[in-house]
């Protein structure tokens, strides 16, 4: 399978978030392409996987939701609150001294939205690619690299921190320059939906895509319980500053490990409640006397 799922998926989501929202209001447009997204997801990941032993709970699925419900909705919303506030002076501060807005409101929402995804990918990429070199931040993003297995819920596993930090790094250059409600929106349903497809248990390929797009096939290697391949591939949504800054991994001849997760910290806890805490708890996490060495 190709391109096609990938295409009508987010393309569909997108599109219909588009037309609704001057018809049902921003909010409402954004829930009901994120549902149409991860609906149509999570039924193709069941009919076409790419790993079947994937397919099955690995007694994960109760941690997974329980992260949704309170990282991916709870901190989000308040950190929204938190951003637009700031983001708003911020624009309004430059609007003043430069006399004029600076995002190009007049653009058609495709560009627009082609230029939010490019500007929030530079600091979303140092943000992620710090927290893999940084033992202070990895102990929180730690908690997105314990997923025993890759499925489209895995994008929802983030510690409340982690997620904070992702929102704060990724949507606040773009209001603060003044970025449209509208196009914030379809920026924020295409990083939603195109999260899902990125860990999504999915016999899908992209080709040359994979040169524009995080996706799942470079996204793979990632989440590696071998260091030199999961410190690549730190795109959100696009891999162009892989690309630039030379963090770009997806070899030829070698297909992604099936066994995943945190090779430096067996311990780690798969409850949610145990994750938020583990970040307290690092040093007591049992670490293999062979590898101490901490993620670069």
């Known amino acids: 399978m190709h391109v096609l799922p990938f295409a009508l998926i987010l393309g569909g989501a997108l599109t219909a978030a588009a037309l609704l929202a001057p018809h049902v209001g921003i909010i409402a447009a954004l829930l009901i392409g ?5 609906i149509s997801v999570a039924l193709a990941e069941r009919r ?17 939701v329980a992260h949704a419900l309170f990282s991916g909705i709870g901190v989000t919303q308040v950190m929204r609150i938190i951003v637009q506030a700031a983001g708003v002076a911020i624009a309004a501060a430059l609007s003043t001294a430069l006399g004029s807005t600076i ?9 627009q939205l082609g230029l939010a995804l490019v500007v929030a990918e530079l600091p979303q990429y140092w943000l992620h690619r710090w927290q893999h070199e ?35 790094f990724g949507y606040l250059p773009l209001i603060a320059l003044g970025a449209p409600p ?40 990632h989440h590696s319980r071998t260091l030199v391949e999961a410190n690549t591939n730190y795109g959100s949504n696009l891999i162009v500053w892989d690309l ?11 297909q992604p490990p099936i066994d ?31 590898d101490p060495t901490p993620p670069r």
């Open 34 to 38: 994120e549902a149409a997204g991860a």
């Open 48 to 64: 076409w996987p790419y790993r079947r032993e994937w397919s099955r709970d690995h007694g994960d699925v109760a941690t997974d």
């Open 103 to 111: 995002w190009p409101a007049a653009w058609p929402l495709a560009l």
């Open 134 to 168: 940084h033992d202070w931040l990895w102990r929180f993003h730690a908690v997105h690299h314990s997923a025993p297995r890759l499925y489209w819920l895995n994008a929802a596993r983030f510690h409340p921190v982690d997620i904070g930090l992702l929102y704060l």
């Open 182 to 221: 509208v196009v914030i929106m379809l920026f924020t349903l295409f990083d939603a939906v195109f999260g899902m497809l990125q860990h999504v248990n999915l016999a899908m390929r992209l080709g040359p895509l994979n040169y524009v797009f995080s996706a799942a096939e470079p996204h793979r290697w």
């Open 244 to 254: 630039v800054f030379g963090s770009f991994f997806l070899p030829a001849t070698r």
């Open 260 to 290: 995943i997760g945190l090779a430096d910290r067996p311990g780690f806890p798969q409850t949610w409640a145990a994750q938020l805490l583990a970040p307290l708890r690092w040093r007591t996490l049992t670490e293999p006397p062979q």
